[in-house]
């Protein structure tokens, strides 16, 4: 293994005693119970930022502000040049000066059908995929960007490589596979079959990639979407993630090929026609098979049968079910959908496919995913640590993956915003309930954990799902500055929890205007207030050491224009984080969520003697809305400057809307 893939085990040993310690609910920034409006300071001493520097927490990570990418198909909105048949150098160029710690593959829901397989090898020879968004919706997708490409971009942007293993349609043997492919010495071969080190150096990769971080499955929990073989009952579910199991599959359209859109699923009147169950294996004579909603016979042997027969031959092991030629069997009539009832298994669960990862490389860390955000998707049940510490499996996995989002319209029920301020105020509500989801794994994991098990993020962010209305009022909001300060907010508590890796929105849009994104989409690549906040961060996280304990006193609060039921009368307007590099400087790093108005705190860097002289980085913006465009790429900029700090307690004016890194050298 390099020492890029070997760091992170210093990492989590690291973190987990602190874990076990009980220190997450400490780790977080405390607020008062006094109301204050931004930009008025207290009767009393406050507000004050006050940094405990000899009280480490936990390693800094040098994954904290890592991302998602959101799909790999299309060249991965132009991050990959086919032409070239490289990495596109613009992304590469700006993305390593984002300082981009962990970038993730193949992606989330879009990836839950991918076959790691089908995109290796001679790009003209590489198969089809299917897109895992309800269940194929895009059709077809191309395997052009595959796992070597995406290493090639690991490489070239000296990021640490993270990949989701899907579940749906693959098995622990495929997984454990591809943990072969990317990090076995070629002349080994750990489990015997197919010698996929050699395979990968025929491929033109001979030395092992040497991935550390593995996940199964992407959000198994969010049972009406992504549910795919398992139950929609998430207790059901959930346990059929862990272990596995069967599940009835009722009314389900028919596969061909890579495609699944609902046309696919019917008949072309060619004969031998062929098509596939989506999630085989079949419980042997489970199944009906209904052709224009006529149920047709199961034969042994279509060979035997005459030509008006209304037959099929079946596969329960690949779930093939194949039709006549009009000579032995009959043929669908065009246009005639062809549906199954079938009982789907019995299938793996993350206990199965984590024995085999285990087994191809006991080195990696293997994720599970299953980690409800709601009452809907099971939060509140039985958790997957409580599964596995029933089971007598509590030490038998490395990490919990959770995607706290903040989603506008599941969490505060409308379908857009008034004003551009009922935008900023509810990113900021929404901040401090995606933290406390996090906050309540780590204990779950505390209490049911055996082993070292941690808690990772695999995608976050504040964003639309469904529904979306008119968001006129504010409709640079997927990149300007309150999207910028809440992503930098999440960042501070989630350096304080001693989080090991987050992976944050997607690298780059499908727009060129951007949407979630640390880029903008093709061809302009607009490096967005994100990517500003990411570079701004990075020379802390490149520094290394730890994170020490920060409090704010006299938080002042934000009182939001629209009441929002269940989210309190108020959020914060500072959150901080502070860390002590290993080059031993102290650095403290105070996002002012203020929509317009300054905040001048104290700031109480206990046990660090410091020279008196601060260097400052901010990234602010003329208002809470503003953003980098294609007409106005620069209008939000990182500035440096310094500043005076006398000899230990000094104050400090945090800019509305802003992120504030201070600097301070040992005195």
């Known amino acids: 293994m390099s020492e890029r893939t070997t760091r992170p085990a210093l990492l989590r040993s690291a973190v987990v005693p602190l874990v ?63 032409v070239r048949d490289a990495p596109n150098p613009e992304v590469v160029a700006k993305t390593r000066r984002t300082g981009l710690g962990m970038v993730r593959f193949p992606g989330g829901t879009s990836a839950n059908l991918y076959d790691w397989k089908k995109g290796i090898g001679p790009t003209a020879e590489r198969g089809c995929q299917t897109d895992g968004s309800a269940n194929g919706g895009a059709g077809v997708l191309d395997s052009v960007y595959g796992p070597d490409e995406y290493m090639e971009f690991v490489a070239a942007t000296g990021t640490e490589p993270e990949i989701m293993t899907p579940m749906a349609n693959s098995t622990p043997a495929d ?29 033109g990769h001979p030395a092992p990639y040497g991935v550390k971080f593995w996940e199964v499955g992407n959000e198994p929990d969010r049972v009406n979407s992504q549910n795919y073989w398992r139950s929609t009952d998430p207790v059901i579910a959930a346990r059929q993630y862990a272990f596995g199991g069967s599940q009835a ?12 859109r609902p046309a696919a699923s019917a008949g072309d009147g060619k004969p031998g026609q062929q098509l596939t ?36 031959a079946f596969d329960p092991k690949t779930g093939a079910v194949r039709f006549g030629d009009g000579v032995h069997g009959a043929i669908p009539p065009d246009d005639a959908e062809v549906r199954a009832d079938y009982t789907s298994g019995p299938k793996p669960g993350f206990a199965d496919f984590y024995d085999a990862m285990k087994q191809a490389d006991p080195a990696i860390d293997v994720c599970a995913s299953w980690a409800p955000v709601t009452v809907a998707s099971g939060l509140g049940n039985a958790s997957f640590a409580e599964l596995m510490a029933r089971a007598g499996r ?69 964003l639309w799902f469904g529904g979306q209305g008119d968001v006129s009022a504010y409709p640079s909001w997927t990149t300007a500055m309150s999207h910028a300060t809440y992503m930098a907010s999440q960042w501070t508590r989630y350096a304080q929890l001693g989080v090991p890796w987050v992976l944050g929105n997607t690298l780059i849009s499908e ?143 945090f800019a509305a809307h802003s992120v504030t890194v201070l600097e301070l050298s040992k005195g």
């Open 20 to 82: 076990a310690a009980g220190l997450l609910a400490a780790g977080l920034i405390s607020t008062t119970d006094r109301p204050a409006r931004a930009g008025t300071r207290p009767a009393d001493e406050g507000p004050v930022v006050r940094v405990q520097a000899k009280d480490r927490l936990a390693p800094l990570s040098p994954y904290l502000t890592g991302v998602n990418i959101d799909q790999w198909f299309g060249n991965s909105h132009g991050l990959w040049d086919p």
């Open 511 to 653: 727009a060129p205007t951007g949407l979630r994104a640390v880029l903008g989409g093709p061809s302009t690549y607009v490096y967005t207030v994100d990517a500003l906040v990411r570079e701004q961060l990075a020379p802390m996280l490149r520094a290394g050491g730890a994170s020490v304990r920060t409090s704010l006193d006299g938080n002042p609060q934000v009182v939001p224009v629209e009441p929002e039921p269940g989210f309190g009368p108020s959020y914060d307007a500072l959150t901080a984080t502070a860390t002590v590099g290993a080059d031993g400087k102290l650095r403290i790093v105070v996002v002012n969520r203020h929509p317009d108005q300054a905040v001048t705190a104290k700031v109480v860097p206990a046990g660090y003697r410091h020279t008196g002289q601060a260097k400052v980085s901010t990234i602010a913006g003329e208002d809470f809305t503003s953003f980098n465009g294609i007409e106005n790429p620069d209008d939000v900029q990182l500035e440096h400057s310094t500043a005076k700090a006398g000899s230990g307690d000094f104050e400090y004016s």
């Open 249 to 260: 599959q009722v009314g389900q359209r028919l596969a061909r090929g890579c495609d699944r």
């Open 175 to 203: 997984a454990a596979d591809w943990v072969e492919y990317m990090n076995a010495a070629v002349g080994t071969n750990p489990r015997g079959g197919v010698a996929w080190a050699q395979r990968r150096a025929d491929n």
């Open 394 to 462: 509590a030490g038998d996995y490395d990490c919990v993956l959770i995607h706290p989002y903040t989603n506008f319209l599941r969490d505060f029920g409308d379908a857009d915003w008034e004003t551009a301020r009922e935008g900023h105020d509810e990113h900021m509500l929404g901040e401090a309930r995606a933290t406390s989801l996090v906050r309540d794994l780590q204990a779950d994991l505390a209490e049911h954990s055996t082993g070292q098990a941690y808690v990772g993020i695999s995608e976050f962010g504040a």
């Open 277 to 312: 169950l989506y999630y085989p294996p079949a419980v042997p004579g489970s199944q009906t098979i209904k052709v224009g909603g006529a149920v047709w016979s199961e034969v042994a042997d279509l060979s035997a049968v005459g030509p008006d027969e209304k037959v099929y």
